[in-house]
């Protein structure tokens, strides 16, 4: 199981807003079954098989061209533990034992 963390950033749009478009990729990424992500504000956490979150990654950076968008930059973060299960609300809980000590 990984973890991905996407940033999805058109360039090129008319305005300095960029929702309208990374809407699309976001809406491209809720047409998937097997696969949990939260969006924050700073991006999407994705999780799910590696193979699996880097399609659907591809499928939302895919997405997010047309309507004038021309160049679109994605930044992908993955974590990958094979030794143990692995999700975003573990990762949070083992930083707040740490944080207690």
């Not at 696969?35 to 895919?62: A, C, F, N, P």
Request: hydrophobic share 40%; glycine share 6%; aromatic share 2%.
């Amino acid at each position: 199981m990984a973890i991905a963390e996407v940033s999805i950033i058109p360039l090129g749009t008319k305005t300095a807003s960029v929702s309208r478009y990374v809407a699309r990729a976001i809406r491209a990424l809720q047409q998937e079954e097997n696969i949990k992500y939260e969006i924050t504000s700073m991006g999407t956490i994705i999780e799910g098989d590696l193979e699996e979150v880097l399609r659907v990654v591809k499928k939302m950076h895919q997405s997010t061209f047309g309507e004038g968008v021309a160049r679109v930059v994605t930044t992908i973060k993955i974590d990958d533990r094979r030794d143990k299960p692995l999700s975003p609300s573990g990762k949070i809980e083992s930083l707040l034992k740490e944080l207690e000590h």
